[in-house]
């Protein structure tokens, strides 16, 4: 099969693979049609997640159709379209039992951390992705969810991770009706926070980026405010300004990660690897936020340590939460907020292209060239 590799810090191409086969009972193979890259993989792109394998594929937001199910997969038959969440879960442990499928003890059991993910580096379990034809589906019978016949393989896509991170960042700002959201990052993951923001009851919800295209996106997709953090001398006190008359925001989150820009320091400490990365964007969300107020993580970070700002953090009495996705939990009830039109996910992609082309694809999301917000590669087009 075709399948994208990765070849060393920021060199990925597309060549032939195996195609992937059943290893055990609960697997699925999967045909992929869909399947979109994250800002996660740019983290992987760039080198920056350990025991990134040369060779290995990425890709962990898709859908597709069973082409092949394991003897102990019921619910699932091939021929049926499924939509799979990124995170790969046993179902039945200490943790999935509580719904964190996110943490799954079984998936990933060298690893403290957290379950495993498709695509995502040897440190979420060497898992192969699907920026490729086919893909593995291990435990095929605990995270696909059907796709319902009225509705196309786009409108669903996202359901996969975006939609529930963002979602679940907004949950975790624990937003009460009527309150004032301040999201930092207007990339996919951003647009979907300050999207579900407004389905949590938010009063107000403000988005801050650099690109005036992604502002524009949040303006008119999600319906925010929006603020430049280049155009503005502090957007710390600006922010607070524009939020209780300099109180500042109730609840902030951070959709943007290791690799922020906006702090000299930061990037300088970051570029030299005395610290994990940049955390710019998670330093502005606890000194935006209001005292007592809630600031949600979901950028990601890696393992080792950042300079944040914790004295800060603890003498204003904030609630910081984070996590990855806990997929799964969230995909129901967000497939019903897509079929009652809350929310039209096709909306953020900017780009389909071959899988073929999925080089050029990383590049054009990577450098933000021709607008790009999202890119959906469709491997069943040569
Ligand atoms: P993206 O790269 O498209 O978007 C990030 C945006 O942040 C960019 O538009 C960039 O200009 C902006 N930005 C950079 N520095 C900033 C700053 N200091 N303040 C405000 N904005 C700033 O990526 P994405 O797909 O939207 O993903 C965003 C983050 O979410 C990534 O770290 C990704 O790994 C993470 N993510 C986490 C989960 C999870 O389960 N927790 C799931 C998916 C993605
Ligand atoms: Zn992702
Ligand atoms: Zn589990």
Redesign the pocket.
Known sequence: MRALTYRGPHRVRVGDKPEPRIEHPRDAIVRVTRAAI??????LLHGLVPDTRVGSTFGH?FAGVIEEVGPEVAGLKPGDRVVVP??IACGDCFFCRRGLT?SCERTNPNSSLGSGCFGYSHMTGGYEGAHAQYVRVPFADVGPMKIPDDMDDESVLFLG??F??GY??AEMGEIKEGETVVV????????FAAKSCWLLGAGRVIV????DY?LRMARDWAGAETVD?EEVDD?VSYLQEMCGGGRGPDVCI??????????ALHTFLGKLKIEAG?P??LE?CIHTVRKAGNVS?????GPPWNLVPIGTAMNKGLTLR????N?KRYMGYLLEQIRAGRVDPRGIISHRLSLEEAPRAYHL??N?EDDC??CVLLPEAA
């Open positions: 994250c800002g996660s993989d740019l983290h937001e990124f995170n996110a991770d975006i529930p991170t679940q960042a930092f990052g207007a990339g996919p993951v951003g647009l801050v980026d650099r690109y992604r953090y957007i951070d959709a943007v990660g290791c690799e922020a820009s906006g702090s940049q710019t964007a502005w993580i979901v950028g990601v970070y984070m996590n990855q996705c997929v999301f990577e933000k917000m999202k």
